[in-house]
């Protein structure tokens, strides 16, 4: 059954990855790649500062970057620790494949991009949630397109990149009520 499963992940995978062209291949490149989003980072960050002032921004910051580092270290003990060869390392799957990205990399299970993107987009949606209620909705959108933009790439099975946004929910869900506690705890309102 489990092999009947990664079969359904590899089909599906050769599915997405052959839906793309060269025209589309630089916009993904770009999607893809961690520096283009930070105007949104700054945007997101004056939209926190606005609403919660310098202490608390500075404090949710530190937050934000634990739970970065938090998912991304944990991605990686999954790749070591399954050793899931990445679409682009598989036999029988890259040769049938689109590769876009610079590299291949050894391992994809999970996607960091997907947990980060995903951890971001839960906690910042969440803290600014009274003010912008389909914020989280717009940073939720943003976050599955970039875990897209890894299958594109031929980087990441499916799997890779669900299990990657599952666990950055859960990440940013877990930050956020870490940055709560820390915010009634150690701020005054």
């Known amino acids: 059954m489990f092999d009947q499963f990664i079969e359904y992940d590899q089909n599906l995978f050769l599915f997405l990855n052959n839906l793309g062209s060269q025209n589309w291949d630089n916009f993904w490149l770009l999607v893809t790649n961690k520096f283009t989003f930070i ?6 960050l004056y939209l926190i500062y606005r609403h919660f002032g310098l202490k608390k921004t500075l ?32 036999n029988g799957i890259m040769e049938q494949m689109r590769f876009i990205a610079e590299r291949c990399g050894r391992y994809g299970f999970f996607s960091a991009h997907s947990a980060n993107s995903m951890g971001i987009a839960v906690i910042i949606g969440l803290l600014l949630k009274q003010h912008y209620k389909n914020l989280i909705f717009l940073l939720l959108f943003w976050s599955a397109i970039v875990g897209y933009s890894r299958i594109y790439l031929g980087v990441h099975f499916p799997l890779d990149v669900i299990c990657g946004m599952a666990f950055g929910a859960f990440s940013g869900f877990l930050f956020y009520k870490l940055a709560l506690y820390l915010m009634i705890r150690f701020t005054r309102f």
Do not use: W
Not at 39 to 44: D, K
Not at 61 to 79: E, G, P, R
């Open 39 to 44: 105007p949104l980072y700054v945007f997101l």
């Open 59 to 90: 404090m949710l910051l530190v937050v934000i970057a634990v739970m970065i580092t938090f998912t991304d270290q944990i991605s990686n003990l999954f790749k070591y620790g399954f050793k899931r060869p990445r679409p682009c390392g598989t």
